[in-house]
């Protein structure tokens, strides 16, 4: 019982993650998918879905993952060259499809890479948002 409940609860947060043109948190995963699940089976859903190179995830000024599908991993999946720009003023953090090149560190490891431009985003920019 419990295993179909997992997968029901899996599919629900994929395809809400699909539907959402966004970074989605832990917490509002929760919020909008239609099934009661604890934040802890999402965070770990989530982390096995990262390990997968499914989703990725980017950590905003605030500390908290915001997560978010991933349609092309060029890179290795951790190494993710694409920009992430979050907005002060509605909080929403988006993957943009702009890049920037990963440099060429000799002698370092990396193991991931985050890239976030905090600012004022287009939509909220348009109503004199700041
Ligand atoms: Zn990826
Ligand atoms: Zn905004
Ligand atoms: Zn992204």
Do not use: W
């Amino acid at each position: 019982m419990a295993l179909t409940r997992n997968t029901k609860a899996q599919e629900e947060v994929l395809k809400l993650m699909q539907e959402t043109p966004h970074t989605l948190t832990v917490d509002e995963i929760c919020e909008k998918i239609p099934l009661q699940v604890n934040k802890t089976t999402v965070y770990r859903m989530l982390e096995r879905f990262v390990a997968a190179g499914k989703v990725h995830f980017i950590t905003s000024s605030d500390g908290k993952a915001h997560y978010a599908l991933c349609t092309s991993c060029k890179h290795q999946h951790t190494l993710h060259n694409h920009i992430h720009f979050q907005c002060t003023a509605c909080g929403t953090v988006d993957c943009l499809p702009d890049k920037v090149e990963i440099p060429v560190l000799p002698g370092y490891q990396m193991k991931e890479t985050q890239f976030l431009i905090i600012g004022i985003c287009t939509k909220c920019a348009a109503v004199g948002k700041e």
